[in-house]
Antibody
Framework: EVQLVESGGDLVQPGRSLRLSCAAS????????MHWVRQAPGKGLEWVSG????????AYADSVKGRFTISRDSAKNSLYLQMNSLRVEDTALYYC??????????????WGQGTMVTVSS | DIVMTQSPDSLAVSLGERATINCKSS????????????LAWYQQKPGQPPKLLIS???TRESGVPDRFSGSGSGTDFTLTISSLQAEDVAVYYC?????????FGGGTKVEIK
């Protein structure tokens, strides 16, 4: 079964850091781009970051550029999001999503259930 | 950045009737070299992650009922549900993947009248 399972969400204070993980199974992880998408409570979808199949290309939303870092580990079939200098407006459910192709420019065909990040003092 | 604008924000349709959702991009998402529109549609039901319905503006994913169809090119796109079923109640999003940052529309909530 194709599956993505996120973890690492938590309640943190503004300015602190958090690392999200996404464990992939049921497909050849190395063959596809991967992404993080977030959804604030009651709001729409916001693409956060993406990484190509071989980590050669990464991209970020302007709202997180310079604070968040995406990475992947093929040995562990895992995707990560290192989030630094967290802000209240980063509060959201963070989804891991699989791209349909190797490069970033493709639709997202598999989504995890999400992990909740709450930034509050 | 490419801005995606959906309309309406919500709509209520009777069972068996047609639902039409519009999506407009601030610049063309048609790539001339391959004549493909880099546009996807997703369905999100309450408490669930989004589900990919359509990519390349009009290509249905495997298993998606044929009452869902996508059309349009360049900057103007439409998702049509030809005969609304109870299980189609959801929020629908368009997304461009023509260039980064990848961007989504604000969503359209579809309900039963």
């Amino acid at each position: 079964e194709v599956q993505l399972v996120e973890s690492g969400g938590d309640l943190v204070q503004p300015g602190r850091s958090l690392r999200l993980s996404c464990a992939a199974s049921g497909f050849t992880f190395d063959d596809y781009a991967m992404h993080w998408v977030r959804q604030a409570p009651g709001k729409g979808l916001e693409w956060v970051s993406g990484i190509s199949w071989n980590s050669g290309t990464t991209a970020y939303a302007d709202s997180v550029k310079g604070r968040f870092t995406i990475s992947r580990d093929s040995a562990k079939n895992s995707l990560y999001l290192q989030m630094n200098s967290l802000r209240v407006e980063d509060t959201a459910l963070y989804y891991c999503a699989k791209g349909k192709y190797q490069l970033l420019l493709g639709a997202f065909d598999i989504w995890g259930q999400g992990t909740m990040v709450t930034v509050s003092s | 950045d490419i801005v995606m604008t959906q309309s309406p924000d919500s709509l209520a349709v009777s069972l068996g009737e047609r639902a039409t959702i519009n999506c407009k991009s601030s610049q063309s998402v048609l790539y001339a070299s391959n004549n493909k529109n880099y546009l996807a549609w997703y369905q999100q039901k309450p408490g669930q992650p989004p589900k990919l319905l359509i990519s390349w503006a009009s290509t249905r994913e495997s298993g998606v009922p044929d009452r869902f169809s996508g059309s349009g090119s360049g900057t103007d796109f439409t998702l049509t549900i030809s005969s609304l079923q109870a299980e189609d109640v959801a929020v629908y999003y368009c997304q461009q993947y023509f260039s980064t940052p990848l961007t989504f529309g604000g969503g359209t909530k579809v309900e039963i009248k």
